[in-house]
């Protein structure tokens, strides 16, 4: 049987696409009513600065390890069957983490919750790709991410929101904190119709066979190059949603939940816009100055020290994140055949993966280190603990925009040959 998507509708709004998109929309909205909340609720129960960057990290080091098994399942089997059982882990992992009162069960949640990821995450974005005209690949990608950033611009405030009304209904902040994971399993729950209702037709034999063997479905030596520099600069970013909360706290800034709200309107205005400019002008027109951008953001919120710099760094931010991130993502894509997307997207899930492991840790031990060295202080006495941690964030976005520059060259020849390719796609 043909893949529907072998017969590309020349519309990206096709029904693929358009499920894929609300499913990953819902999926956001849990995501991000759970993740700016990891770090507060570690301290909460009884962790330490190191142990809380782990935790917060531990959901994307499980996703990386479990690439390796969820790359080639999401090529060579049922991405529909694939699919629900996915969603369907969202629910078990959130009602974990409702039902978590210490340390090693919360643990558990997230280490779940990061073999759910392993598989959502390019899967979606396999299943909106392959439904797209290549040559409109840049503007699909950027209007993806929108789902993604409009449940930014209103999940963490929707979770601040019920975790204050679950402590003052049910009298503690545990409490408060079982309501978010509560709704969280409930919009992962509802996430679960467009899954059921998204067309799909298994792929043929002879097009499973062009596949090859299961190893070489685990990432796309093609894509390696741009998957290095999304390493980096995920890295970089992840500190914005970790730790924005708490540097707020530190500083003596009320109201942070402005900073997503704004972040994500911004990024909501750039994204469709630059998934044009990349289709229109080419990858690097895009990335590099999207990439400075990041990189003052990141001096911007290290020097801040009220919420209207705050906010200019928060809008500073997500417009080179929403330039920059679809234009490496479709990088990636392009640089293989289409019966190959699949094996492309895996391959930079293991770079965000990494480097949204690795951010926290890293964070932890920057935090931890500052935290103890009490002569380090502003003029108006507050803390610099969180300030030196945006300011080395620099030198990963600085290695993300080295490693690209060289890369170009590799990209275009990677991409010319997949266009050439006769291959179709699964």
């Not at 999940?155 to 408060?176: C, K, N, V, Y």
């Not at 809008?315 to 894509?333: H, R, Y």
Request: glycine residues 10%; charged residues 10%.
């Amino acid at each position: 049987m043909e893949n529907i998507t072998e017969q590309k509708p020349p519309t990206i709004w096709n029904k693929v696409y358009t499920c894929a998109f609300i499913a990953n929309f819902m999926l956001a909205v849990s995501l991000f009513m759970v993740n700016p909340l990891v770090a507060n609720y570690a301290k909460l129960l009884g962790a330490d600065e190191v142990m809380i960057g782990i935790l917060s990290g531990l959901y994307f080091g499980v996703a990386f390890a479990a690439r390796p098994f969820s790359g080639p399942a999401i090529a060579k089997l049922n991405k529909k069957h694939i699919m629900l059982f996915a969603y369907a882990l969202g629910v078990v992992v959130n009602v974990g983490y409702a039902i978590s009162s210490d340390i090693p069960v919360f643990m558990a949640a997230r280490i779940l919750h990061g073999i759910e990821f392993a598989f959502v995450g390019s899967l979606t974005m396999t299943l909106a790709s392959e439904s797209l005209p290549a040559g409109k690949m840049g503007s699909g990608l950027g209007l993806f991410g929108i789902g993604g950033a409009t449940a930014n611009s209103i999940a963490p405030s929707i979770g601040m929101a019920l975790r204050s009304w679950g402590e003052r209904t049910f009298g503690s902040l545990q409490h408060g904190y079982t309501v978010v994971y509560v709704v969280a399993a409930a919009f992962m729950l509802i996430s679960i119709i467009p899954c059921v209702i998204m067309p799909y037709a298994k792929p043929s034999r002879e097009a499973l066979s062009k596949l090859g063997a299961w190893y070489k479905n685990i990432f796309a030596k093609e894509a390696l190059l741009p998957t290095a520099v999304i390493t980096f600069m995920s890295v970089s970013v992840i500190s914005y949603t970790i730790y924005m909360e708490r540097y707020a706290e530190v500083r003596g800034i009320g109201n942070i939940g402005l900073f997503f709200t704004v972040y994500a309107v911004a990024l909501l205005a750039s994204r469709p816009i630059c998934g044009r400019l990349i289709d229109k002008h080419g990858a690097a027109k895009v990335f590099i100055p999207s990439a400075i951008l990041i990189i003052l953001s990141l001096v911007i919120i290290g020097f801040s020290n009220s919420l209207a710099m705050v906010l200019l760094g928060a809008a500073v931010a997500a417009i080179g994140l929403g330039g920059s991130q679809p234009t490496i993502q479709t990088m990636c894509l392009l640089s293989v055949s289409p019966i190959r997307y699949g094996v492309a997207s895996n391959t930079i899930y293991f770079g965000i993966d990494f480097g949204y492991f690795l951010g926290p840790v890293i964070a932890g031990i920057i935090i931890n280190h500052y935290g103890l060295l009490s002569s380090f202080r502003f003029s108006d006495g507050h803390a610099v603990t969180f300030s030196p941690l945006y300011l080395t964030m620099v030198m990963p976005m600085l290695l993300a925009l080295i490693i690209f520059i060289p890369g170009l060259s590799a990209y275009k020849r990677n991409s010319i040959k997949a266009r050439e390719s006769q291959e179709k796609p699964l």
